[in-house]
């Protein structure tokens, strides 16, 4: 028969809420989809994270023995995706599978500023300050503002055209990636 030792147990749980091992997911034992492998018996979240545990035990029980070889606490420096857990890297960048940008594993109140937030703050302030010229431009006669004084419209259409230009390419960029 094989041992029922919560070897999967979550920290702070007392035992009782145990851990899949291909994807991490809390899972109770009254779960439906368990395995026994090497006299140890295995809790799933799911029929596929069981099949995929069933077909090569060893990939994920290897995992499993690096992670309880480390500390009890994730690395200062690791980072994840919120996409995919199972990507973990020493630096941040962005996800190899979804294009989001990597977290840190561990927050703490110290940490430094988010380079993501920092890159999306400088493009947002940029795209407004380049389109509200465009706006006044396009929609200013509608406010009783007008600018034909100014150029012709042809020019004015071509200075528009100008103005939203980076701001649709550099300002939208990291969502194009991502789309």
Same mark, same amino acid.
């Given at each position: 028969?094989?041992?029922?030792? !919560?070897? =999967? ?8 809420? +145990?851990?899949? !091992? ?10 439906? =989809?368990?395995?026994?492998h090497? #006299? ?8 596929? /994270?069981r099949? #995929? ?10 995992r499993? #023995? ?13 980072y994840t /995706? ?9 630096? !941040?960048?962005? /996800? ?5 940008? +990597? ?6 109140p110290?940490d ?5 937030l ?5 493009? +947002? ?7 509200? !010229? ?6 200013g ?21 100008? +103005? ?16």
């Amino acid at each position: 028969m094989p041992s029922e030792a !919560p070897r =999967h147990a979550a920290p702070g749980h007392g035992g009782e809420a +145990l851990r899949d !091992p291909v994807c991490g997911m809390q899972v109770s034992r009254d779960s439906a =989809h368990r395995h026994d492998h090497e #006299k140890q018996r295995y809790y799933f979240c799911s029929d596929g /994270c069981r099949r #995929k545990f069933s077909a090569n035990p060893g990939q994920y029980l290897d995992r499993e #023995k690096v992670d309880r070889s480390e500390s009890p606490g994730p690395a200062s420096g690791a980072y994840t /995706c919120p996409m995919h857990p199972e990507i973990l890297t020493d630096a !941040p960048g962005d /996800c190899p599978l979804c294009g989001m940008a +990597l977290e840190p594993v561990a927050m703490t109140p110290d940490d430094e500023a988010n380079p993501e937030l920092v890159d999306m703050t400088r493009r +947002l302030g940029v795209s407004v300050f380049l389109t509200l !010229p465009v706006l006044l431009l396009a929609m200013g006669e509608m406010a009783g503002l007008s600018f034909g004084w100014l150029a012709p419209p042809r020019v004015l259409t071509a200075m528009e055209f100008a +103005l939203a230009t980076p701001v649709v390419l550099w300002g939208g960029w990291p969502f194009f990636v991502r789309g």
